[in-house]
């Protein structure tokens, strides 16, 4: 084993990319469902404003049809004031019923107002609609799209999952088990981050400390198994 320890050294690196890999793609997987959903989640805020506005449209319709109705009953009192002018018989009660028809037609002009004003919300809150109609469209195409890509990306990571199974299955078959196990017990103290880091110029890349002068030249010979006295990681030596 000795003799064959930069071998076994360089296996466990391979053994580590494919490993890093591997957790990478599997975040990143993990995070599909959710982008999914925040997709979904946009097209249904459309969705909602649209419904907010046409129950809008609809109050408002209705808000028109009651002043339609007021409208229509005071035309008929205004009606019959008028015949009652015809038959008065003085003029305090001309002049009552006179003033009787001026207040009828006062509160007409004020329903026809609020009328006018009704027909123009009406017709505001229509193009609002129209144009949330149209974003609606747009957005349900691009997210169509976007979730076919989605759905492409997850074929391809999944396809290179397998792949890195089956590599990892070969390099882990040609680790020493003792080394295996080492390196199985670091990163998992490691929160499954790197067990075996690079040392250059003398300084561990797992924890960016200077090796003590003799660690150095030992971990140029070789010959055992060595570890960064800081971060207790693998170390191998990696010219510069
Ligand atoms: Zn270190």
Redesign the pocket.
């Known amino acids: 084993m000795l003799n064959n320890m930069k071998g076994q050294i360089s296996i466990l690196v391979k053994l580590q990319k494919i490993e890093t890999e591997t957790d990478s793609i599997k975040l990143k997987l993990s995070d599909v469902s959710k982008r999914l959903e925040t997709l979904d989640d946009g097209l249904k805020e459309v969705e909602r404003t649209i419904e907010d506005q046409e129950s809008i449209i609809n109050e408002l319709k209705k808000r028109y049809r009651d002043y339609e109705f007021d409208a229509q009953m005071n035309l008929e009192l205004e009606k019959k004031s008028q015949e009652k002018l015809r038959s008065v018989k003085t003029n305090r009660e001309y002049q009552s019923i006179l003033k009787e028809i001026e207040d009828i037609k006062a509160k007409n002009s004020k329903i026809e107002d609020e009328m006018i004003g009704c027909l123009d919300l009406m017709d505001e809150t229509e193009k609002v609609i129209a144009t949330k109609k149209d974003e609606y469209l747009q957005l349900a195409d691009s997210i169509k799209n976007e979730k076919k890509s989605i759905n492409q990306e997850v074929e391809q990571r999944k396809k290179k999952l397998a792949e890195l199974e089956t590599d990892r299955k070969g390099v882990s078959g040609m680790a020493e088990p003792e080394l295996l196990k080492k390196y199985f017990i670091i990163k998992e103290q490691n929160q499954g981050g790197l067990a075996v ?1 690079p ?1 250059k110029d003398a300084v ?6 200077n ?1 003590p002068p003799q660690l150095y030249n030992e971990l140029h010979r070789c010959e055992t198994l060595k570890f ?6 693998i ?1 191998y030596l990696k010219e510069s």
């Open positions: 880091v040392v561990c890349h797992g924890c960016n400390v090796l960064c006295p800081i971060c207790h990681r170390i």
